[in-house]
C-alpha cells in the first residue's frame, strides 16, 4: 500500500486549526456531522499535503453543507451528482486530493447510478459516506437504508422497503475498500480516514451517523453504552476478531460461514478464532463481515476492505501519455492541417 505521490505536500506543518472553516456550523446541536467535521479536521493535517491540493465535493442534504465549513477548496453540487463531479475534479486534475461527503439519501437513491460506477472504476478518491437512515434536510421521510417497518413522514403505517447494506452495495460493485465507523468514536474516524487517504483508488467510509431530530438513537443497538461491548467488532488487520467487553467472544469461520462463538466453549481458544486480512484480494470474508448485524452478530467496525487493484485515473493518464507521444498530431495546426487539404482560389 502507497500514498499518493502526485498530490504535492506542505513544507510547513499544518494543524488543524488550519482546516476550520471561519462560517457559522448550521447543524442541530447533538448532529453526529459535528464529530465526522472534527474527525475531517483532525486527519487533513496527518495526510500533510498542501492546503490548496483538498477538494471537498457534495451533493445535496444535510451531509452537503460540508465544503463550506472546511477551509480548502469545495463544490456544492446537485443532488445526488456529487460522484460524478468528483470524478471530473480528479481527472481533470490528479493533484488533488478529493473527499466527497454525501449521505444514504443523496448517494444511494438519486445519486445511486453514480455511487456504484466511481467504485467500479476506482476513481482514486474518498467518501464519507453518512448515513443517518433518514432525509433529515426534507425533513423526515424514509432513506433507502431506513430499517423496514421505521414510521417516517413518507412511511406513516411503517416502511415496507428494503433496505441497503452499504458495505454490501460497495464490494458487490467491486469496491477496493470499504470500512465502517460511529460518529461517536472520533478516534477511530480518524484513524480509519487516513487508512482512506493512504488507498489508490476509490475508498467508501460508511458513518453511522445520529440524526437527534428525525431519526434519534437509530444505531442504539450498536452505539448504546449497555450494548456496544457484544455489538461491535473493532477489526484490526492480522489480529484474531475478538469482542465483548473482556474480549470474551470471537468470530470464527465454519463451512456454513461466519458464527459467533464463546473463547473456553468446547476448548476454543483465541487460536481458533479467525484473524483479519484486509488486504486479501478476495471480497468473500470481506462480504461476510459487511453484512453482520446484531442481534445474532455484532457489527464489523474499522477497515473492512483494502484490496490494490489499479485506478481509472492512473490509466487515464497512461492512455493521455501514450497518445501524446504516437500521435502525428502535436498541436492545433498539426491538427487542422492532417487529412486532405482543398485550396480554393
Not at 55 to 70: A, L, T
Not at 198 to 226: P, Q, W, Y
Request: aromatic letters at 8%; one cysteine or more.
Amino acid at each position: 500500500m502507497e500514498e499518493n505521490l502526485t498530490v504535492e505536500r506542505s513544507r510547513v506543518p499544518l494543524t488543524k486549526e488550519d482546516f476550520v472553516s471561519d462560517q457559522m456550523v448550521k447543524w442541530c446541536p447533538g448532529c453526529g456531522s459535528h464529530a465526522i467535521l472534527s474527525s475531517v479536521a483532525n486527519v487533513f493535517p496527518k495526510i500533510g499535503y498542501k492546503k490548496e491540493n483538498f477538494c471537498v465535493v457534495s451533493g445535496i442534504g444535510c451531509s452537503s453543507r460540508f465544503p463550506y465549513y472546511v477551509n480548502t477548496y469545495g463544490f456544492h453540487g446537485i443532488h445526488g451528482r456529487a460522484n460524478a463531479i468528483a470524478t471530473g475534479v480528479k481527472i481533470s486534475n490528479p493533484h488533488l486530493s478529493v473527499w466527497v461527503a454525501t449521505g444514504d439519501g443523496d448517494s444511494l437513491a438519486i445519486g445511486g447510478n453514480h455511487f456504484i460506477h466511481i467504485i467500479r472504476r476506482n476513481v482514486d478518491l474518498n467518501i464519507l459516506l453518512f448515513n443517518n437512515q433518514i432525509y433529515g434536510l426534507t425533513k423526515g421521510q424514509y432513506s433507502p437504508t431506513t430499517p423496514m417497518g421505521s414510521i417516517t413522514k413518507s412511511s406513516p403505517q411503517g416502511t415496507i422497503d428494503h433496505p441497503f447494506n452499504p458495505g454490501e452495495l460497495v464490494l458487490g460493485a467491486q469496491g477496493t475498500f470499504f470500512a465502517r465507523v460511529v460518529d461517536n468514536n472520533i478516534k477511530m474516524m480518524t484513524d480509519v480516514m487516513f487508512e482512506a487517504a493512504r488507498h489508490d483508488g476509490t475508498s467508501v467510509i460508511e458513518i453511522l451517523e445520529n440524526c437527534v431530530i428525525f431519526a434519534d438513537k437509530t444505531h442504539e443497538m450498536i452505539t448504546s453504552k449497555d450494548l456496544r461491548d457484544d455489538h461491535q467488532l473493532h477489526l484490526k488487520n492480522g489480529e484474531p476478531m475478538l469482542f465483548g467487553k473482556n474480549k470474551e467472544k470471537g468470530i470464527q469461520l465454519s463451512e456454513s460461514g461466519l458464527k459467533v462463538v464463546k473463547l473456553g466453549d468446547n476448548g476454543i481458544t483465541e487460536k481458533d478464532i479467525l484473524v483479519h486480512d484486509q488486504y486479501s484480494q478476495d471480497p468473500g470474508i470481506h462480504l461476510m463481515l459487511a453484512k453482520m448485524q446484531p442481534p445474532a452478530f455484532p457489527v464489523a467496525l474499522g477497515v473492512i476492505r483494502s484490496a490494490m487493484y489499479p485506478t481509472y485515473d492512473d490509466m487515464v493518464e497512461a492512455q493521455i501519455t501514450n497518445a501524446k507521444k504516437s500521435s502525428p498530431i502535436k498541436t492545433v495546426d498539426d491538427l487542422l492541417n492532417s487529412g486532405e487539404t482543398w485550396e480554393i482560389n
